[in-house]
């Protein structure tokens, strides 16, 4: 049986075994795109966000779900050792 792979996990498992653990723990994204995320998002909520946008939002979105995992993760692995 093949096995199912994600994409997400397996990229977040990738930055998890490559970076030091309290490092990608502590890792914080930056201001600048956490205003962008913010403006994207009030802009669908009003319906008036472009497709450019729509689509940087969701890779915004991908970003944030990948970090998360391999924050998840790397405490998983320190918590482990």
């Keep these: 049986m093949i096995r199912h792979i994600n994409a997400f996990d397996e ?6 075994s490559g970076i030091d653990p ?3 723990i ?3 994204i930056p201001v ?11 802009k669908e909520k009003n319906d008036k966000i ?3 946008e729509k689509g ?4 915004l979105l991908m ?3 990948l970090i998360s995992l391999a ?3 790397a405490m998983k692995k320190l918590a482990a050792a």
Aim: net charge negative; charged share 30%; aromatic share 8%.
């Design 56 to 59: 940087e939002l969701d890779s």
């Design 26 to 28: 502590s890792y914080e």
């Design 63 to 65: 970003i944030n779900h």
């Design 71 to 73: 924050k998840l993760m």
């Design 32 to 42: 600048s795109l956490i205003e962008r995320y913010e403006i994207l998002v009030e």
């Design 50 to 52: 472009s497709p450019e």
């Design 22 to 24: 309290e490092r990608l």
């Design 11 to 16: 990229i977040a498992s990738f930055m998890a």
